[in-house]
Each structure stands twice: as C-alpha cells, then as structure tokens.
C-alpha cells in the first residue's frame, strides 16, 4: 500500500524558517509526480509545488515562488518542502500528495498523506 507520512510541523514565529518532511513508502519511488499541498482554516486545499521524482525541474505556485523549496531525497524516499519568511497567512494543514497526471492540481492527486500543522504565530 501506498503509504506518506508526514512529519516537521510545528509552532514557529513570523520571518522563520521550518523543513517537512514526507517519508514515501509502498510505490516505485523514481516513477511518480509528488507535491505539497496545504489547507488553510476556512480555506480550500492549495497546491503548492510539484516535483516528478524521475528528473525534471520542480514547479512552484505563486504563494510558494521564492519562499519555499521543494527536495527530493532518493535514497531516503523522501520529499522535504523547506519553506522560509514564513507569515500567519502560511499556517495551514499541509500534506504530501502524489501526482496523476503531473499537474499541480487537486484533480491530479492520489493519494494524500494526514497531513501536518503549522502555525505561524
């Protein structure tokens, strides 16, 4: 079974910086698209950035362009979004997807990790 398992959310101050991590299991790990998500309170889930795990360049949307960065790390099946400047606006449940197609999408996604808090305050 396919199986993402979030993990690094937590508590943290405007103007700082928090790492997660997604530990990928159950799939063949070179093969897929993967992102993160987030859902802030009140607000619809947000695609956030996308990156094929194959090869390829990473692809970011406008509330993650220059403030967060997308990783993968191969030999550790994990995908790491590290995010910086964070502000009260960026706290939200944020998850680790896989991509089918490899569109920043909710329609592309299948399978979603629980999920992580941060709270930016």
């Known amino acids: 079974d396919v199986q993402l398992v979030e993990s690094g959310g937590g508590l943290v101050e405007p103007g700082g910086s928090l790492t997660l991590s997604c530990a990928a299991s159950?799939?063949?790990?070179?093969?897929?698209?993967m992102a993160w998500f987030r859902q802030a309170p009140g607000k619809d889930r947000e695609g956030l950035a996308r990156?094929?795990?194959?090869?390829?360049?990473?692809y970011y949307a406008n509330a993650a362009k220059d403030r967060f960065t997308i990783s993968q790390d191969n030999a550790k099946h994990t995908l790491d979004l590290q995010m910086s400047s964070l502000t009260p606006e960026d706290t939200a449940v944020y998850y680790c997807?896989?991509?089918?197609?490899?569109?920043?999408?909710?329609?592309?996604?299948?399978?979603w990790g629980q999920g992580t808090q941060v709270t930016v305050s």
């Open positions: 997807v896989v991509l089918n197609p490899c569109s920043l999408s909710l329609a592309s996604v299948t399978q």
């Open positions: 159950g799939f063949t790990y070179s093969r897929v698209c």
């Open positions: 990156i094929s795990l194959g090869g390829g360049r990473p």
